[in-house]
T-cell receptor, first 113, second 117 residues
Framework: QKEVEQDPGPLSVPEGAIVSLNCTYS??????FMWYRQYSRKGPELLMYTYSSGNKEDGRFTAQVDKSSKYISLFIRDSQPSDSATYLCAIDAGGTSYGKLTFGQGTILTVHP | GAVVSQHPSWVICKSGTSVKIECRSLDFQATTMFWYRQFPKQSLMLMAT?????????EQGVEKDKFLINHASLTLSTLTVTSAHPEDSSFYIC?????????????FGPGTRLTVL
């Protein structure tokens, strides 16, 4: 079993749709949860990070963490064509392993006008 | 925002040669740098962690003699792929962090695409 499993997609949605991206993880020791956006042939860019269960909002993006279910989600409201990219969840165990990120497989999102 | 650059962005080499990839933090000092590898349509896999002035720590399954990492200064880390073979063809991405604490975000470089013929 992979430590982090991400719905592979791909997803194709119309402009303005709400997008839901999801990951599950197996290790209850994981402490920090992040979502990255990666455009083609570019490095990942941090979108959201959190360390507690619950929701965190930033503009059109909401990150949700449920530690009891080991489930994390990213919601994008009013999606735009510029949101088209690969979205990666990433998890950090923290402690002495801090910074060693374990990534999900990535979900390719296409938002069409 | 913090900027991390990589050079070259794209390299083609013959099998058996060595290739050096540079990762630079342009506007901050990076205590820690990370090297990742990403195969097509797959996610990033951490290869190694390097702290300035120390030997790199490699993840399980990564050959330290094949992937030489040097972090000689707080703004530069290099990855050398020695005796490269076609199976080493991949997208190599570095990231840099100011420190070891939560909140010390990792900033990723744009990546280097290596093709070994």
């Amino acid at each position: 079993q992979k430590e982090v499993e991400q719905d592979p997609g791909p997803l194709s949605v119309p402009e303005g749709a709400i997008v839901s991206l999801n990951c599950t993880y197996s290790n209850s020791a994981f402490q920090y949860f992040m979502w990255y956006r990666q455009y083609s042939r570019k490095g990942p860019e941090l979108l959201m990070y959190t360390y507690s269960s619950g929701n965190k909002e930033d503009g059109r993006f909401t990150a949700q963490v449920d530690k009891s279910s080991k489930y994390i989600s990213l919601f994008i409201r009013d999606s735009q064509p510029s949101d088209s990219a690969t979205y990666l969840c990433a998890i950090d165990a923290g402690g002495t392993s801090y910074g060693k990120l374990t990534f999900g497989q990535g979900t390719i999102l296409t938002v069409h006008p | 925002g913090a900027v991390v650059s990589q050079h070259p962005s794209w390299v083609i080499c013959k099998s058996g040669t060595s290739v050096k990839i540079e990762c630079r933090s342009l506007d901050f000092q990076a205590t820690t740098m990370f090297w990742y590898r990403q195969f097509p349509k797959q996610s990033l896999m951490l290869m190694a962690t390097s702290n300035e002035g120390s030997k790199a720590t490699y993840e399980q399954g990564v050959e330290k003699d094949k992937f030489l990492i040097n972090h000689a200064s707080l703004t530069l880390s290099t990855l050398t792929v020695t005796s490269a073979h076609p199976e080493d063809s991949s997208f190599y991405i570095c990231s840099a962090s100011r420190g070891h604490l939560w909140g010390d975000e990792q900033f990723f470089g744009p990546g280097t695409r290596l093709t070994v013929l």
